[in-house]
């Protein structure tokens, strides 16, 4: 019985579209061969592999400068001496994060005391060990963090982000 | 691990899209937003000419970008009954926040319903009825049907008084001008219900009766005057968190600016350290008092100034009662009010007297008195704005000790004047007009306990939800649930009835002792539980609001989509109920009574604005506020000229007062005397338990978390209520970070998550209120003032733990929120 109700609104939804097609095809016979064609498109950015660093340049609770997906997007790479979520490499304890606030854009700094990002503007405080998550503060998201991936060599790579970076409305420009 | 959206692109705003005036609706503060819709099928583009801020967004944005939009700033709403894209951003051009967001206001968008996104799917889309062991949808006439008929039986076989309201009386939100004036029309006007309360206290009463009642009203200043004055003097208040956009754009632009800060609280708070960050260690000045202690603490503040010389006298002759006393101590009165002289006869308290009480050192005591009243060198005078909130409204003796505040404000000529004010800081914006309420009376009634005690017979409740929020929750819990399950039990019984026989089976409850429950709310309610009647309500922007906030500035906020489902403004609703009532009056044969209940021909709610503010403001119309934008109004509006409305930047500046309704125009000081612990109970509790329960607010969520319950942000970062703790407490009870914890005392049981807190004094732990996963009200006593304000904030418990964190806990972080510069 639902399938039977179903099948009837699929059936009233095709002939409404039909009528719509209908005035569609005149159109086009009016626009002839100028017609329109969509472009293909992908779903989500497609982002880049880029090499961020080898496993050996890194020391524990040292921010490496770096920037991903290009060189407008600053961020740090960290080595945190112990396995989180998230983290990459042997010791599973490398992480990187975009480093512009993503309540108002300003630029966070490195605390490796408690090992938390924190934003001179408005004071809000993100968590290197936890995802970067806000531990206090304004924005309405977590950190970004960057998706690493390590390869044999050693060599930590970046391909992708997991929010939305300050000051772009498409992570990849 | 933490919440991720996983957006890693969102559509452009077009250079077309539609704007929108949007006052956010959460906090006192108010900031301006704007709203930005567009079709489904278009979208701007990352050329300066094909979006809506005419910038090239194929390039980064750089700090404070007003060409920035963040994932919970966007959502896919109905609009005039079509799908459209919504982006909801902070206005860099309003005055109020400077294009800053908080974590609540920039989630507006977020925490819109939406069948497509699925966001807030709790929101209620029909009218239910409780019928066949359910709540079942349906029709409004239906459901207005059975509320009139029943209200209207109950009210006429007994009296008004057996109608029992709880009302919100504030703005945003779904308050405002317009819903609290068709509530009060209803209640106030059609009828004279006296047994009734605000959203979040047992009675229907002001918060800050003595100030009002010295003649000087709580919102007096202007948020500029943060800006530029000499001390910021804040009492019971946490800014940082709960009026984000106030601190950041108005208070420290002040501390930048040379002044010195002064805060009484007895938890070191993000306040205070962001301060220090900012004004320096050396200007700020933390007076951690013992909890309860603060009218000593400004009885000898005020002493100190007096004994000094730094008292304004040429103000105080200008502009306060100089003949003893004015108004006697009586039951509506905790305290005597007249001269500065008949006060100091009550007030005088050396400082180390109050060291003694508030355990804090003598030295900074003379230190506040000194930042607040001593004058420059140059001997011009200290300017000094003073904010206070919750930390003394819902603390120890209210009357006296707001009173006492605002005895320094007095004494020292800081109200009216740039740079001034004695204000509080709020919680919601401010939304109130309704006709007069002088029959409930003063003390009004206990309503809470009014309900335990087995009276009155039906309650409405409008966007209240005391299950979470009122003081002695776990007992009216109890009884609550009792009365209505009898009536629920009923209408089981009656089922297949016809609806008389309903009806006289729930008036037969009723009479038995039961309670019949209407609840208006946007969500399905902790209280909504017992509701017999569900009423779908809709908020700002699904309608238009008036509201006003902390400096009284009126904005319109506008309707940029629809009211999800069936929903309807409030106002609409009391209409609805208003013209039921008529017509099953009218049947009833009571023909003057159903008079009563006409004038309610309202088709929008710009109809209920024009019936009800306009009416006592008639300069001020939907059209106008439109035009004002963002930064509108500072109430009272004067008038209209050269097409703009004109308000009022602060109020005294005359150096008259009116508050009282006095006709001299006289100020009057507070005859504040310390009396210890004045709430019943208190003492003999804080004797018996190990923990001091405070109850404190955090900037994530927005009052009882209603929408926030169901934002994962929100619910990923304190999946629990969090309990701050002392770590050395934490050791001793066995605990650790994430743990479930029990307080429990002689009110009543909550629970909550541990979160350690080094800079939490031992034997003090802050709760977070209001939470939908751990009521603090369960564990404080019934103790209020003489009139009827609660103490929620004195309450003492014991720990127990009852169990390991669990999975959603333990991933949490649990650092310090005190950030590292």
Known sequence: MKCNRLVDAGRRQFLRGGLGATAGAAASVVMGTSEAKAQAALARVDYPANRLANVADLAVNEAMDVAYPDADSPGVLLKLGQAVEGGVGPDGDIVAFSILCPHKGWYLSYNGEDRTFNCPGHHSRFDAEAGGQQVWGHATNNLPQFVLRVDDAGDIYAEGVDELIYGRLSNTL | ?821
């Open chain 2, 1 to 821: 691990m933490a919440y991720k959206r996983q957006v890693d692109r969102l559509p452009i705003v077009p250079a077309d899209a539609k704007e929108f005036n949007v006052t956010c609706h959460y906090c006192i503060v108010g900031c301006g937003y704007k709203a930005y819709t567009w079709p489904m099928n278009k979208q701007g583009g990352t050329a300066p000419e094909q979006n809506k801020f005419g910038v090239d967004l194929s390039e980064q944005q750089f700090q404070d970008s007003a060409a920035w939009y963040a994932p919970s700033m966007y959502n896919i709403v109905k609009q005039d009954g079509k799908d459209v894209h919504l982006v909801v951003k902070p206005d860099e051009n309003c005055v109020v926040n400077s294009g800053l967001g908080s974590i609540r206001g920039a989630r507006m968008a977020e925490n819109r319903p939406s069948r497509v996104t699925g966001t807030q799917l709790q929101r209620l889309s029909d009218p239910q009825v409780w019928r066949n062991g359910t709540w079942q949808p349906t029709s409004w006439d239906d459901a207005l049907d059975l509320v009139a008929r029943v209200t209207a039986q109950v009210v006429t076989e007994g009296s008004e008084d057996d109608l029992v309201v709880s009302m919100f009386d504030h703005g945003g939100s779904a308050g405002g001008y317009e819903n609290t004036w068709g509530t009060g029309k209803l209640y106030f006007d059609s009828m004279k219900v006296k047994n009734c309360r605000i959203h979040n206290r047992p009675a229907y009463n002001s918060e800050v009766h003595s100030t009002r009642d010295m003649g000087v009203g709580e919102l007096n200043n202007s948020y500029s005057d943060y800006e530029i004055t000499d001390t910021i003097f804040m009492i019971g208040a946490n800014s940082m968190e709960t009026q984000t956009n106030l601190y950041l754009n108005h208070m420290v632009p002040g501390l930048q600016n040379g002044a010195k800060f002064i805060m009484v609280d007895p938890r070191r708070t993000v306040t205070v350290h962001s301060s220090e960050q900012w004004a320096g260690k050396e200007n700020v000045l933390h007076l951690a008092i013992n909890e309860g202690t603060d009218m000593a603490l400004f009885i000898a503040i005020l002493t100190h100034i007096v004994d000094q010389g730094w008292t304004d006298d040429d103000f105080i002759a200008a502009s306060a009662f100089q003949d003893g006393e004015a108004v006697a101590q009586d039951s509506a009165h905790p305290a005597s009010l007249g001269s500065l002289d008949h006060a100091m006869q009550d007030c005088r308290t050396s400082l180390e007297q109050a060291a003694e009480i508030c355990g804090v050192p003598v030295a900074d005591i003379r230190q506040a008195a000194e930042w607040i009243a001593k004058p420059h060198d140059d001997g011009s005078r200290r300017k000094c704005a003073t904010a206070y909130e919750k930390g003394i409204i819902w603390g120890n003796d209210n009357y006296r000790t707001i009173g006492a505040l605002v005895n320094i404000a007095l004494a020292t000529g800081n109200v009216g004047r740039e740079g001034g004010g004695v204000c509080r800081l709020g919680g919601h914006q401010e939304g109130y007009y309704r006709p007069n309420e002088s029959h409930v009376g003063r003390p009004a009634e206990y309503v809470d306990q009014f309900l335990i005690r087995g009276l009155g017979g039906v309650h409405h409740i409008w966007a209240c939800d005391h299950h979470k929020t009122t003081l002695n929750a776990a007992e009216f819990k109890r009884a609550h649930k009792r009365r209505a399950d009898m009536v629920k039990d009923a209408i089981d019984a009656a089922a297949g009835g016809t609806r008389e026989q309903v009806v006289d089976a729930i008036v037969s409850a009723v009479n038995a002792g039961g309670l019949f429950v209407v609840d208006m709310d946007i969500i399905h309610t902790q209280i909504g539980q017992n509701a017999h009647v569900i009423l779908p309500a809709c908020e700002s922007n699904e309608m238009n609001l008036t509201s006003m906030n902390g400096e009284r500035r009126l904005r319109l906020s506008e309707r940029y989509m629809d009211p999800y489902g069936n929903s309807r403004p409030d106002c609409l609703i009391a209409a609805g109920i208003a013209q039921h009532m008529e017509r099953v009056l009218r049947d009833m044969g009571q023909d003057a009574y159903a008079d009563q209940f006409q004038g309610y021909d309202w088709e929008t709610e710009e109809d209920a604005f024009m019936d009800g503010f306009h009416q006592g403001n008639p300069e001020v119309t939907y059209e106008r506020l439109r035009a004002a934008g963002n930064n509108g109004v500072q109430e009272p509006v004067t008038g209209y000229e050269n097409g703009q409305l004109v308000g009022s930047e602060r109020l005294y500046a005359d150096g008259s007062f009116d508050r009282h309704g006095r006709e001299d125009g006289k100020a009057l000081f507070c005859a504040a005397g310390w009396r210890g612990w004045q709430a019943p109970g208190k003492a003999r509790e804080k004797a018996a338990h190990k923990y001091w329960i405070n109850n404190v607010r955090a900037n994530i969520f927005w009052q009882n978390q209603f929408l926030d319950q169901k934002n994962e942000f929100v619910q990923d970062r304190f999946p629990y209520p969090f309990i701050e703790m002392n770590p050395d407490d934490m050791v001793e009870e066995s605990l650790n970070p994430g743990d479930l914890i029990e307080i429990i005392n002689d009110n009543g049981v909550t629970q909550g998550m541990a979160y350690p807190t080094a800079t939490a004094k031992r034997g003090q732990v802050a709760m977070v209120f209001g939470s939908p996963a751990g009521s603090q009200g369960n564990v404080i006593n019934p103790g209020v003032n003489e009139l009827v304000l609660p103490n929620y904030k004195h309450c003492w418990g014991d720990i127990r733990k009852i169990s390991n964190a669990t999975h959603e806990t333990a991933g949490i972080t649990f650092k310090s929120k005190e950030v590292t510069l």
